[in-house]
């Protein structure tokens, strides 16, 4: 009975934490940044301001909103919204929204077909962000998947099994986590990050603001969950092991 009401208990905690890695995973707003440099305007390798356009006219007429995640990098224009996060709301974002694709966030990447000079020294850190989201997501989901297959057979070795998974996803977000703040408090150079290659035309005091986003937070809620589900079912899974003998 107390093994089936720490199963049942571990099984929210569980399904709750996976859940959220997986919103986190999905949605594009891990860093989330505003800035007043200019338009965006397609060249033939970069994203740029407008040749004609000075960056004093630029800050004047428009505020940039930047948000990504995993899969996208995105921004739109909010000339008269409030500088605030919660103009980032889904709902509440103006229109239109451009996005590029993202996978090989956190770290810059070049929009061109080829890479900034700038940017070649963070392939490393970015690789390793990229495979480890990857991983702490798949290690997630086979471990839920290993549960819901073991727990209407109360079977300890699935457990066992299943809890050493989600405590492995628990601990590769949590690493995640680190190397996002580590990244975004001390290592990013922000106005040549979300700037790119326009932070040569723009004026060298534009305010560049950068926040934690959502996705990020999702993360954060995510990993005690999961690190407790998985300790859980590893706990009753060796307690059920011990009991047959």
Known sequence: MKAGVAALTAGILGSTGVLLFLIAFGTDYWLLATETCGVFERGNSTLQTGEAETPA???????TFHHEGFFW???FFGEGYPETIWTFWYTSQAHPKFCMH???FPMPIALGPFPHPSYDTTAV???FWTAFI???VATGLVGGLLL???VPFVSPR???VGGGFLLASGGLFLLLIFLFVIWKEFAADFQKYILLERSEKCMDDVPVHVYYGWSFM????GVPLVLLSGLLFFLIGRDIMKSLE
């Not at 006219?57 to 505020?63: D, G, T, V």
């Not at 999702?218 to 809620?221: I, K, L, V």
């Open 57 to 63: 006219e630029a800050r004047k007429e428009i505020l």
């Open 73 to 75: 990098r995105c921004w």
């Open 102 to 104: 993202g996978y090989l």
């Open 125 to 127: 850190y970015r690789g």
């Open 134 to 136: 990857m991983l702490a």
């Open 148 to 150: 819901v297959c073991g």
């Open 158 to 160: 699935s457990y066992k």
């Open 218 to 221: 999702f993360a954060a809620a």
